[in-house]
């Protein structure tokens, strides 16, 4: 039985590229994504002739995006290759014969073909974080966005999160043909969609399906990353990343992301970012340069039957509450250990996926509206949420990405062999995916950091900074300082 791979739809097609602006260049931007909220109306059982009409409008907005990246390759002026090469390998020709080292020069090496979607008609165009990500997975060097009337326009990469696959570009020109965009919350499995984008450099594409399923979670972005794939059998190929999912209205719903296939073609399961979840982080990215995730302080996990009947709950879905960091939004906003949270802002959630998302992607500092479940009973709640400050998850055990602390118990002490005289906090996982997985290990004790002694998960997150921070380590019967690099 063949293995099934998660492909990013970026193709490798060559092609020659212009070059593109500095992001300095581009000050003071700011972005309005209108949505709309207006569901389709699915009383409609007539077989349509043709979408032509739609598609037409809906088109223009999709773009072809090619990137390159700079090299620099040395030269020897005046040899043949094969002199070249004896000359490396062998010292032929003489050196009176050989002429000196040319300057290095630039040359551009294409990376490939993507998809982008035209969503202001100023110039702003929403794509993937991977279609304008070079192999350094930085920036590429020169973006090019090929319109559907033919201009090929420089483009600049405003910003990018790679927790979402997201990125924002901009191209200097007005009056472009702008997508609408629609709430993708009113889709439903069954709708009609199209996915329209550059599969495989071949020009731009439009391919009909529905839509599968919705917020999906498939893991290609590891434990930091926010998923909630909107999943459709519409044709998509290597190319089509950053194009548009679009509904039979003409408005997008999604962007064309990844897809899942054991061959690297289309086999009906493709998947995109749905349009408020990306509307949401390309707003943050053009008007503040990053993306600010909200934080509760919460270590949460999915309502099963048997835990609802353990809790004595009626729901047989929603957000289980393990653990309230001391201090943290949550505490401070009424939430307790064992609540089931039903309900954000008014709208059910299913899944610690979705609320995390919900959550992540609210500004710290706005109030949301939680329900809860405690003791048989709803309770509403009023939380301000806080700021992850780029480092910390929703996990209240997390200390920085993918390294989870607690305190030092007796259990521990004796499986990791830890003096009476030790203490701090120890290092109970660390994710494989975790930037710091190659330093830290569980059952290392962090006694101190930046030297100062800590002995909570509080004070510790007090002490991290930005930069390099110093923690002063017990590991198997050794004390030592580990320096560590936090974004």
């Given at each position: 039985m063949k293995k099934s791979h998660f492909l990013l739809t970026l193709s490798s097609l060559t092609l020659v590229l212009g070059s593109a602006c500095a992001a300095d260049d581009i000050k003071d931007l700011h972005i309005d994504i209108q949505i709309e909220e207006e569901s389709i109306d699915r009383n409609q059982n007539f077989m349509p002739h043709s979408y032509a009409n739609m598609l037409s409008t809906a088109t223009p907005a999709v773009v072809?995006?090619?990137?390159?990246?700079?090299?620099?390759?040395?030269?020897?002026?005046?040899?043949?290759?094969?002199?070249?090469?004896?000359?490396?390998?062998?010292?032929?020709?003489?050196?009176?014969?050989?002429?000196p080292e040319a300057e290095p020069e630039e040359r551009r090496m294409p990376q490939g073909?993507?998809?982008?979607?035209?969503?202001?008609?100023?110039?702003?165009?929403?794509?993937?974080?991977?279609?304008?990500?070079?192999?350094r997975g930085e920036d590429a060097d020169e973006v090019l966005?090929?319109?559907?009337?033919?201009?090929?326009?420089?483009?600049?990469?405003?910003g990018r999160d790679p927790r979402t696959d997201v990125a924002i570009l901009k191209v200097d020109a007005d009056d472009l043909p702008a997508i609408k965009?629609?709430?993708?919350?009113?889709?439903?499995?069954?709708?009609?969609?199209?996915?329209?984008?550059?599969?495989?450099?071949?020009?731009?594409?439009?391919?009909q399906g529905i839509i599968s399923a919705t917020q999906r979670q498939i893991g290609i972005y590891g434990d930091d990353g926010y998923e909630s794939f909107i999943q459709t059998d519409a044709s998509i190929n290597p190319g089509n990343s950053g194009g548009a999912l679009i509904d039979s209205y003409g408005r997008l719903i999604g962007v064309n992301s990844a897809i899942l296939s054991q061959s690297g073609g289309n086999i009906g399961i493709g998947f995109a970012i749905p349009s408020n979840l990306a509307s949401n982080i390309v707003t943050q990215l053009v008007e503040t340069g990053e993306v600010r995730r909200g934080f509760l302080g919460v270590s949460i996990s999915d309502l099963t039957p048997d835990?609802?009947?353990?809790?004595?709950?009626?729901?047989?879905?929603?957000?289980?509450?393990?653990?309230?960091?001391?201090?943290?939004?949550?505490?401070?906003?009424?939430?307790?250990?064992?609540?089931?949270?039903?309900?954000?802002?008014?709208?059910?959630?299913d899944s610690s996926n979705e609320f995390r998302i919900r959550i992540g992607h609210t500004l710290p500092g706005t109030p949301v509206q939680l329900e809860v479940v405690r003791n048989?009973?709803?309770?509403?709640?009023?939380?301000?949420?806080?700021?992850?400050?780029?480092?910390f998850a929703m996990s209240a055990n997390e200390l920085i990405d993918g390294v989870e602390v607690s305190d030092i118990d007796?259990?521990?002490?004796?499986?990791?062999?830890?003096?009476?005289?030790?203490?701090?906090?120890?290092?109970?996982?660390?994710?494989?995916?975790?930037?710091?997985?190659?330093?830290?290990?569980?059952?290392?004790?962090?006694?101190?950091?930046?030297?100062?002694?800590?002995?909570?998960?509080?004070?510790?997150?007090?002490?991290?900074?930005?930069?390099?921070?110093?923690?002063?380590?017990?590991?198997?019967?050794?004390?030592?300082?580990?320096?560590?690099?936090?974004?």
């Open positions: 072809s995006v090619h990137t390159a990246t700079i090299v620099r390759v040395s030269q020897s002026r005046g040899l043949s290759p094969q002199d070249e090469m004896l000359r490396r390998f062998f010292g032929f020709p003489a050196p009176n014969q050989q002429q073909v993507g998809s982008g979607v035209i969503i202001s008609k100023d110039g702003f165009i929403v794509t993937n974080n991977h279609v304008v990500m070079d192999q966005v090929q319109l559907s009337d033919g201009r090929e326009l420089e483009a600049t990469i405003v965009v629609s709430d993708s919350d009113n889709i439903e499995v069954g709708d009609v969609v199209f996915a329209i984008g550059n599969p495989l450099g071949v020009g731009l594409t439009v391919t835990l609802a009947e353990a809790f004595e709950i009626d729901e047989s879905k929603g957000v289980l509450i393990n653990d309230v960091e001391e201090g943290s939004a949550a505490d401070e906003g009424g939430m307790e250990r064992g609540d089931v949270v039903v309900a954000v802002d008014g709208k059910t959630v048989g009973e709803r309770i509403p709640l009023e939380i301000n949420v806080g700021t992850a400050s780029g480092r007796e259990e521990k002490a004796k499986q990791f062999r830890i003096p009476l005289n030790i203490t701090g906090i120890i290092i109970s996982s660390v994710s494989p995916e975790s930037p710091y997985s190659r330093h830290l290990a569980e059952g290392m004790v962090i006694m101190e950091v930046n030297d100062t002694e800590i002995t909570s998960i509080r004070e510790a997150r007090e002490q991290i900074k930005t930069g390099v921070n110093k923690l002063y380590i017990f590991n198997r019967g050794r004390t030592g300082y580990l320096p560590i690099r936090v974004d």
